[in-house]
């Protein structure tokens, strides 16, 4: 059997949240808006319940649960919405602030901003992938709306420091004295890493179901009380007016229970596939001419990233493809070179011979063993 060790691209849906969604998409299928008899009232009270759980798993206020399709719709309106409220209320703030290792899904709402009159700063990273906290205070301006930092990368796993980066976004805050917003994609850190965004001082956080053994399709955006969005789908007034469209009374359920058991294992977990991890790093390493990509402490304990040198890497692949289930960047970059690892000073042909393994919930000791002696035949193969 094919080992799969490509968590970050998607989970496997725990069962018992498939258990939890089942009644309703089939016995209790009413529209928790229809408020006039009591299936939609057993429809809504479902919603009731999983945002409060949500709710108290993270440590906000009830208001600030946004259901969405996922972290791509978050992010989009956590970005535009904020931009697009900045206009609205006449405000004349137009800098914007993210890093270059950032996943799409920010990017690419941020640089569509920047063709329709904001300017966007694109913070480089130290090699080891993390922010450096001087240009990034350098960088802030009396006119900068947003910051937008990922607590934990999608391909090289490092933990970026929002407590540090909230402190200075709000240190230039007092002296410039408006209040810069700090948006945050957690769609790899939520359920993995202790993740408390008022506590953090993170003003927005992304999340996405299928990332942490929920459903695909569901995600939220966690909002701070009182922060302004635009709405980003208008029509029937759903989500405060913000995200308008039926509920999926399912999803949200299995978001819900997701995010529960994800919790409820995390550190276990973590301290487990750390082990893992660590076990695959020191078998691989002897090997020699192999590049760590990402700080190897702050770092997601289920995710190691390397450049194999002296190997091509599409040929690499094509031998690792029949053993193991790994990527050489994102799921979402379409087979263009990953600009996290370009960002880290790889170059094409590096980019293209590197590894992100990402271990989950179900992966064994004995298939951390198959994919070590499957990389290395493979190396040695090539070499
Ligand atoms: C997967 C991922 C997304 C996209 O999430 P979806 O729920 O699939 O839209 C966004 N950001 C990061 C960091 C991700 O890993």
């Not at 609205?88 to 709402?109: F, K, N, Y």
Request: hydrophobic fraction near 45%; proline fraction near 5%.
């Amino acid at each position: 059997m094919l080992a799969y060790l490509d968590h970050h691209a998607t989970t496997p849906c725990d069962p018992a949240v498939v258990e939890a969604m089942a009644p309703w998409w089939t016995e209790q299928f009413a529209n928790p808006a229809s408020r006039n008899y009591q299936p939609g009232l057993l429809a809504a009270a479902a919603v009731q319940n999983a945002r409060s759980q949500i709710v108290a798993d993270l440590g906000v206020q009830p208001e600030s649960v946004i259901f969405t399709s996922g972290a791509t719709e978050a992010n989009n309106l956590a970005l535009k919405g904020l931009a697009e409220a900045e206009i609205e209320s006449g405000g004349q703030r137009r800098h914007l602030v993210t890093l270059a290792t950032e996943h799409r899904a920010v990017l690419d709402p941020l640089r569509y901003l920047a063709r329709h009159g904001f300017e966007l700063t694109e913070l480089a990273v130290l090699p080891n992938g993390l922010i450096n906290l001087e240009e990034l205070a350098a960088a802030l301006r009396p006119d900068t709306l947003l910051v937008s930092v990922m607590a934990a990368n999608n391909e090289i796993g490092v933990l970026q420091p929002m407590a540090e980066i909230a402190a200075l976004c709000h240190q230039a805050e007092s002296s410039h004295q408006k209040t810069i917003h700090l948006h945050c994609d957690g769609a790899q850190a939520v359920g993995h890493i202790p993740l408390q965004p008022a506590d953090l001082g993170v003003d927005l956080l992304s999340i996405s179901g299928h990332k942490l053994y929920g459903p695909k399709g569901i995600g939220a955006l966690v909002v701070k009380p009182g922060i302004r969005l635009a709405a980003q789908l208008h029509g029937g007034g759903q989500e405060q007016g913000v995200r308008a469209g039926s509920l999926p009374v399912p999803l949200i359920v299995g978001l819900a229970k997701a995010l529960q058991l994800a919790l409820a294992d995390q550190q276990l977990r973590s301290e487990r596939l750390g082990e893992l991890r660590d076990q695959l790093w020191r078998q691989l390493e002897p090997l020699g001419d192999l590049k760590l990509n990402g700080d190897l402490a702050a770092r997601l304990p289920h995710n190691l990233n390397l450049t194999v040198g002296g190997v091509d890497g599409a040929r690499l692949h094509q031998l690792l493809r029949r053993k193991i289930a790994v990527s050489s960047g994102s799921a979402c970059s379409q087979g263009s070179p990953s600009h996290v690892l370009a960002a880290l000073g790889r170059s094409r042909q590096e980019a293209g011979a590197s590894i992100r393994f990402g271990l989950g919930r179900h992966t064994t000791a004995a298939e951390i063993s198959c994919a070590a002696v499957a990389v290395a035949e493979a190396i040695r193969s090539l070499r």
